[in-house]
């Protein structure tokens, strides 16, 4: 019991360390974007979305390391479900009947349908390739190309420079970079303890520690009559998990996905994509929709609970 609660400790303590190391490294690299004029708009659609899920990166590059492979998509996936059956439910249901201005364009749910169909489709066969995942880089990169692209305004003020951002970017990467491979050790030691999968731990407690950041994020804009901006946040963090961080990591290793994917949480996270962009088209939501979501949830996290199987 003594060694499984120093492991839990480690576990939660790591992610903690990642996330706030991941909020050093984005605010610092948003600054030193700007100090060099790349306008607001391209920070925000490829430096901040990439930021986003940049804890989901790092924790899923060190379990490729450490030959967990079966994490990575156990983080993306659930990732994914949670950033819409979670937060776009319980950002839906506490500020209740909205209709909201959503400014995506084709290319951006286009893209985000796109992801989740060919993640579906690489996982049926039990494992995401190189070149499956050299795939997912180039949709990647013209998925950037399509945002930049999108810019109107060329003619951006620029910021001094302040060596400071540079240390808090290096010591952000740092910290990262730490905490992910402690975060992984602890998500092993933890399944071995329990004689759980360490892909079933992050399909649902790794994810949810990830998603944190898109749910202050969404909540916070909501708050501020944004919905839409809430909205696009999810949709570009579930984009970039699923392109940049299986593309990223399938690239390093070929990726393990266990049946239990393929059966129960692909499928669903399929259903989750086809009801937020329902929302999208729809554009208004409420405190019954709100309640569907987290009841998809709370669904989700039953079932995990209800097949504790070792995977």
């Known amino acids: 019991m003594g060694v499984l609660l120093l492991q839990l400790l480690i576990f939660c303590a790591s992610l903690y360390v990642l996330l706030k190391s991941s909020d050093f490294f984005i605010e610092a690299a948003e600054r030193i974007g700007h100090s060099f004029g790349i306008p607001s708009f391209i920070i925000g659609a490829t430096i901040v979305a990439l930021g986003t899920s940049l804890p989901e990166l790092a924790a899923s590059l060190a379990a490729v390391f450490q030959g967990e492979t079966a994490v990575v998509c156990g983080n993306v996936i659930g990732s994914n479900i949670t950033n819409i059956f979670l937060v776009v439910g319980g950002v839906s249901l506490l500020i209740g009947s909205k209709t909201f201005n959503f400014k995506a364009s084709i290319y951006d749910l286009a893209t985000f349908i796109i992801s989740a ?52 970017l290096l010591l952000g990467g740092i910290g990262v970079g730490l905490s992910a491979r402690f975060n992984i050790s602890s998500i092993i030691n933890i399944g ?56 990223i990591t399938g690239t390093v290793s070929t990726l393990n ?53 070792n995977l």
């Open 257 to 309: 996905v266990p049946s239990y994917f393929q059966q129960f949480a692909l499928p669903l996270m399929l259903s989750a994509t086809g009801l937020l962009i329902l929302i999208v088209l729809l554009k208004k939501t409420n405190r019954f929709i709100g309640a569907i979501f987290l009841m998809g949830y709370a669904y989700f996290i039953y079932q995990i609970v209800a097949n504790n199987i």
């Open 192 to 247: 071995e303890i329990l004689n759980i999968g360490a892909g079933y731990i992050a399909l649902g407690a790794v994810a949810l520690g990830t998603s944190l950041p898109e749910f202050f994020v969404s909540l916070a804009a909501a708050r501020k009559n944004n919905l839409g901006m809430a909205i696009g946040n999810v949709i570009g963090s579930n984009i970039f998990n699923i392109l940049a961080v299986v593309g």
């Open 117 to 168: 169909t060919l993640l579906y489709i690489f996982c049926i066969d039990g494992e995401i390739s190189k070149i499956e995942a050299a795939i997912f880089i180039v949709c990647l990169i013209a998925y950037v190309v399509s945002v930049v692209l999108q810019v109107r305004d060329e003619n951006e003020e620029t910021t001094p420079f302040n060596p400071h951002d540079l240390v808090l």
